[in-house]
């Protein structure tokens, strides 16, 4: 039992199990908390870590799939379920496929060795073999598609770092599977044996690598799994004489030769042969990764730009949640600093008072999702910044506008009529109190902004009417606010978000308008009912929050867009 002691073992068994004239005993372990932790088995010598798949650091079956639950109320099935499971793994080893499950399992297996870096990669997945740029910090290393990305992606993440990058290449290898642990490498040499195997037309881009690599060199890899690629590298140690003391190494793969005069198959032999290789731990930090683990169709997305009109709480929460999204380019336009009260339904805090919105949501989202293609911030309301530069609403997917004034937005609508070319534009509002919201879609043509609106810019269609005065007043001039949460408001950012990812995906007419409602009870709760015209849309009352579509209907008389 001394094998098991550190896992506190409370009871155990030797289970005999014959196949094809071998015999196994099966050490089947209860561990403390059994029933709550499962029953772990282990077999003899033959099954080791890294010999056969499916076994555990510690040398136990590994019998279930990551996040599997078991029935605690049920010991005896545990049991009897484990030690079936761990014969069947017996009985499937006996297949020379049974080595393949190795590569799903890649990442339990290939671990950094020691002198091995954390590698952050932003390379897209499922690309060709490549040369692609590096920056190496004393900690980690960094790798991207091209010099360019990655500068901007370091711009992001360390702002306070004013200093130039310099950037080397490395070079990256598509594979058509993951190495088993058989061909981890320990040498040079041992990294062309299983190229010559699995991508021999990569092995000419190493040469080009080895004409200039005096020093070690990093090499990426990108094996193809039925789950998707796993991402790993190696460094390759120079050459080194094994007397020479630390300090004084001389160059080894030049040895011999005139400058830049070495041949490329000595380099070659040079650099992979019987020298060192170190094994890197690559982590994943490219779009498609990081917006939906390569499951969902980001790409559309990451291509597309959204300029966003006002910076406040609805604005800054969309701005978040479409970074999150993954939409590629973001700009922010706000001219008002951040104040004390506005930290309770804003995405920035106490910390950011008195800095502009615009600005300090546009450094927080660099911060927060660095891969992005472009966060730009304007401090300065949208038709100032007009006024200067209309190539920057000319050249945008989308406009998204949150301010919620008419002086702003009726405005707004009477450009985006006037201008030939400007894009679709997102009017999103809240009811007060947040219980309702409405995110309505606009084109250059069909109906514009102002149709569904009075000359006070009031909607024309609400959810909810109240008896009362809805904002209160605050102890200036002419000052007054809308009182709600940050809680309840999320439900309209969520709207006005998912409403402009549509948008953007060509998912929804111009001309519509999707509206938000919380239930019958929170709107009652603040003192307001349905608007009876709402409901006629209705064959029930809804007791129940909910969102829908309906027409923005075309004004015949629109001062803005009726016929003259
Ligand atoms: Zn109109």
């Not at 991207?144 to 370091?154: C, I, K, N, V, Y």
């Not at 004489?241 to 400058?259: C, E, H, I, N, T």
């Not at 400007?422 to 149709?451: D, K, M, Q, R, T």
Request: with cysteine; proline share 6%; aromatic share 12%.
């Amino acid at each position: 039992m001394s094998r098991y002691e550190a896992k506190d073992p409370i009871h155990g068994w030797v289970v005999p199990f014959e196949h094809q004239a071998d015999r196994f005993d099966l050490q089947v372990v209860l561990l403390q908390n059994f029933p709550w932790t499962k029953p772990r088995v282990y077999c003899n010598e033959k099954f080791r870590f890294m010999q056969y798949p499916h076994i555990e650091k510690d040398g136990a079956f590994c019998l279930y799939p990551p996040g599997t639950e078991h029935n605690p109320l049920n010991p005896k099935g545990l049991i009897w379920g484990a030690i079936k499971e761990a014969t069947r793994l017996i009985v499937a080893s006996y297949d020379d496929a049974f080595i393949s499950d190795f590569a799903d399992e890649f990442d339990s297996y290939w671990s950094k060795t020691d002198g091995g870096k954390n590698i952050v990669s932003l390379l897209s997945p499922g690309g060709p073999s490549r040369r692609v740029s590096l920056w190496c910090s004393t900690g980690d290393y960094y790798l991207a598609d091209d010099h360019t990305a990655l500068e901007s992606w370091l711009r992001n993440r360390f702002p306070g770092n004013k200093k130039d990058y310099k950037f080397n290449t490395a070079t990256h290898i598509a594979l058509n599977r993951p190495i088993l642990p058989s061909e981890y490498p320990r040498s040079g040499a041992a990294i062309l044996r299983f190229l010559r195997e699995l991508a021999p037309e990569s092995i000419e881009l190493l040469e080009d690598a080895a004409v200039t690599a005096d020093d070690k060199f990093t090499v990426s890899f990108e094996g193809r799994t039925d789950d998707g690629p796993v991402f790993f590298a190696v460094e390759v140690m120079p050459p080194v004489k094994q007397s020479m003391k630390a300090g004084r190494r001389p160059d080894m793969v030049q040895q011999g030769f005139r400058p830049g005069k070495v041949p490329t198959h000595i380099r070659m032999q040079r650099l992979f042969g019987g020298n060192k290789v170190e094994r890197h731990e690559t982590m994943r930090a490219d779009p498609s990764w990081i917006h939906g683990r390569d499951t969902a169709t980001v790409a559309p997305l990451f291509d597309k730009r959204v300029l966003m009109i006002g910076a406040g709480s609805l604005g800054s929460e969309v701005a978040l949640l479409l970074a999150k999204t993954g939409v590629g380019s973001i700009t922010l336009v706000d001219p008002e600093l951040l104040d004390y009260p506005n930290v309770g339904r804003h995405i920035l805090g106490v910390s950011q008072v008195r800095t502009f919105k615009a600005k300090s949501l546009a450094e927080k989202l660099a911060g927060d999702f660095p891969h992005m293609r472009s966060i730009q911030y304007f401090a300065e309301d949208w038709q100032s910044l007009y006024s200067k530069r209309s190539e920057i609403f000319h050249n945008t997917d989308l406009i998204v506008s949150t301010v919620g004034s008419w002086v702003a937005e009726g405005r707004l609508n009477q450009v985006a009529r006037n201008e030939a070319g400007f894009p679709p534009v997102i009017y999103g509002w809240a009811e007060p109190f947040s219980v309702a919201g409405h995110a309505v879609l606009i084109g250059s043509n069909g109906p514009c902004f102002a149709c569904g609106m009075d000359h006070f810019g009031r909607a024309r269609q609400t959810v909810c009417e109240w008896d009362t005065e809805t904002t209160r007043k605050q102890p200036h001039c002419g000052a007054s606010f809308q009182p709600y949460g940050p809680v309840s408001l999320s439900g309209v950012a969520a709207l006005v978000a998912k409403t402009s990812t549509k948008a953007l995906l060509g998912e929804m007419h111009l001309g519509t308008e999707a509206v938000y409602w919380a239930s019958k009870e929170e709107i009652a709760e603040q003192g307001g009912r349905f608007n009876p015209d709402f409901l006629n849309c209705f064959s029930d009352v809804p007791e129940f929050g909910g969102t829908r579509r309906f027409e923005w209907r075309q004004k015949v008389d629109c001062a803005f867009c009726g016929e003259e």
